[in-house]
T-cell receptor, first 113, second 114 residues
Framework: RKEVEQDPGPFNVPEGATVAFNCTYSNSASQSFFWYRQDCRKEPKLLMSVYSSGNEDGRFTAQLNRASQYISLLIRDSKLSDSATYLCVVNTYLGNQGGKLIFGQGTELSVKP | NAGVTQTPKFQVLKTGQSMTLQCAQDMNHNSMYWYRQDPGMGLRLIYYSASEGTTDKGEVPNGYNVSRLNKREFSLRLESAAPSQTSVYFC?????????????FGPGTRLTVT
């Protein structure tokens, strides 16, 4: 079983749609969680961190359920510019040595006019 | 600030050739990482360096070596390239602060081994 698993996708949605990405992780010792965005053939960039209380940034809402080891990302009112691959990322903290990020395989989103 | 830079951007090697991928960051980060990304596999950690003078294996270290030259630079070497090493390689850096921190990625090196 992969440590971090995401919906396989791709998701093809019209502009204005709401789209939800789901992710599960297997290591209960994981301590921090992120969604990264990766545009075609570019480097991944942090979209948002995910906190237990849930957090929102404009049209984006991230949720974490530690008991179920489940992370979600909701995009409301999707735009053409949201087309990208969304990566679920889990961090296992190594103290002052930083941490190891484990990446899901990504879910591709294509928003159509 | 340039952030994280990588050279070269593209490379074609023949099986058995060697090469070094270079990475540098100007954010004064302590930790640096090398990943490879293959279709359907996500990013996988090859090696990382938590701080200057230390390196550790990640998930897929076989066939690679690394050098943390100084705080800024972290290189990845392929001693004898194989077609299975065809991939996109990303370098990243971070400054750990508590439990949550961001990794900053370079633009990637696209390597083809024939």
């Amino acid at each position: 079983r992969k440590e971090v698993e995401q919906d396989p996708g791709p998701f093809n949605v019209p502009e204005g749609a709401t789209v939800a990405f789901n992710c599960t992780y297997s290591n209960s010792a994981s301590q921090s969680f992120f969604w990264y965005r990766q545009d075609c053939r570019k480097e991944p960039k942090l979209l948002m961190s995910v906190y237990s209380s849930g957090n929102e940034d404009g049209r984006f809402t991230a949720q974490l359920n530690r008991a179920s080891q489940y992370i979600s990302l909701l995009i409301r009112d999707s735009k053409l510019s949201d087309s990208a691959t969304y990566l679920c990322v889990v961090n296992t903290y190594l103290g002052n040595q930083g941490g190891k990020l484990i990446f899901g395989q990504g879910t591709e989103l294509s928003v159509k006019p | 600030n340039a952030g994280v830079t990588q050279t070269p951007k593209f490379q074609v090697l023949k099986t058995g050739q060697s090469m070094t991928l270079q990475c540098a960051q100007d954010m004064n980060h302590n930790s640096m990482y090398w990943y490879r990304q293959d279709p359907g596999m996500g990013l996988r950690l090859i090696y990382y360096s938590a701080s200057e003078g230390t390196t550790d294996k990640g998930e897929v270290p076989n066939g690679y070596n690394v050098s943390r030259l100084n705080k800024r630079e972290f290189s990845l070497r392929l001693e004898s390239a194989a077609p299975s090493q065809t991939s996109v390689y990303f370098c990243a850096s971070s400054e750990p602060q508590g439990f949550s921190y961001e990794q900053y990625f370079g633009p990637g090196t696209r390597l083809t081994v024939t």
